[in-house]
């Protein structure tokens, strides 16, 4: 994908956050709903997204194998993170027509049950092994040279590896149950090692991998060089999440359990770790109101009356939800 498309693709995306945000800004109020934690967040991803897929980082990759490593270690393990935690479920259904808008709100409702309930488990391992099947298969010699010969392959090659790990992301930060916490922070750790796995093994083979780079001087140094990269820029961007996650965790289990001497709200900081998978559970245009006293006008937009605002539109988000 050339520079111009990567650049125009981010503007938009950006662009459709920035509408959804300030419609429901205007709504609930500045800064409710879509924290401008979130915003920032997404906002950073965006950021990795054209800093790692254009200018002197995407130029050298052309011909250094460890550069674009640390392109594939920016998108998985920098970019997805912060784009989940951007809350953009929330925040881009509002950029969207009336219309549209009610049918993204349908499908918010379907995903925040099936996130929610016994279903969370499944979901997670299969996003898990769907992301960890993607890197492996796109770094095998053959997919990887087919990638690098044809753009529209090496475009896909990027999305497969960015919306693969948003997706668990997603699925990560989705579930609102106190053992959907520690499974979280093992399915984190879980990605760190098959990306040090492959670092590893990358940096220990005797010989290139890629027919593209073999003939290039000082082709096994830059492989080793790749490998370190994704094994240990990866695992520590990783290491990062899964601590932060874990906290979150500990913050969670003193606020709720008896004794713990927990406030009755969520610490800033923890409640945005949290955001980007609460806001699947958010109140998208058309969901019902719990009580029944929801306030429609004709694009099915109204907010009920008498309760927090964070409430009405992010549901049952323990963490997000009493943050103002």
């Given at each position: 994908m050339s ?10 995306t ?13 709504r609930?109020?500045?800064g409710?709903v ?37 392109q594939?270690v920016?998108l998985?393990s ?14 881009l259904?509002?950029a ?9 709100g ?11 309930g ?12 769907t ?15 087919a ?8 475009a ?6 960015l919306g693969?790990?948003?997706v668990?992301?997603?699925a990560?930060?989705a579930?609102r149950?106190r053992?959907?916490f520690?499974?979280g ?33 000082g ?19 990783q ?14 289990v ?23 998978g ?14 029944g006293?929801?306030h ?29």
């Amino acid at each position: 994908m050339s520079t111009a498309s990567v650049l125009a693709l981010v503007a938009a995306t950006a662009c459709a956050y920035g509408v959804g945000a300030t419609r429901v800004w205007r709504r609930a109020g500045p800064g409710r709903v879509v924290h401008r934690g979130h915003v920032a967040a997404f906002g950073a991803g965006l950021a990795v997204v054209a800093l790692a897929l254009t200018g002197p980082l995407d130029a050298g990759a052309e011909g250094s194998l460890s550069l674009h490593m640390l392109q594939h270690v920016l998108l998985i393990s920098v970019a997805a993170p912060l784009l989940v935690m951007g809350a953009p479920m929330t925040a881009l259904p509002w950029a969207l027509p009336p219309g549209p808008r009610q049918v993204a709100g349908r499908w918010g409702r379907r995903l925040n049950h099936s996130f929610s309930g016994r279903a969370w488990p499944w979901w997670t391992a299969a996003a898990l092994a769907t992301h960890v099947v993607a890197v492996w298969a796109w770094h095998a010699p053959a997919p990887y040279d087919a990638a690098r010969a044809h753009p529209a392959l090496h475009a896909l090659e990027h999305a497969c590896f960015l919306g693969t790990a948003a997706v668990l992301w997603w699925a990560v930060l989705a579930a609102r149950h106190r053992a959907a916490f520690g499974l979280g922070v093992l399915v984190v750790f879980a990605t760190a090692l098959q990306g040090t796995l492959l670092g590893a093994a990358m940096t220990l083979a005797g010989h290139p991998w890629y027919p593209a780079y073999a003939k290039a001087a000082g082709a096994v140094e830059d492989q080793q060089v790749a490998g370190v990269v994704m094994w240990a820029v990866g695992g520590l961007a990783q290491l990062v999440a899964g601590c932060a996650l874990f906290a979150a965790w500990l913050g969670f289990v003193e606020r709720t359990r008896p004794g713990w001497g927990g406030g009755p709200g969520p610490r800033p900081a923890l409640a945005l770790v949290r955001g980007g998978g609460g806001q699947i559970a958010a109140r998208l245009p058309g969901q019902d109101a719990g009580d029944g006293r929801q306030h429609e006008d004709q694009g099915a937009e109204g907010v009920e009356h008498g309760h927090d605002v964070d409430a009405q539109l992010l549901g049952h988000d323990v963490l997000s939800t009493r943050e103002q």
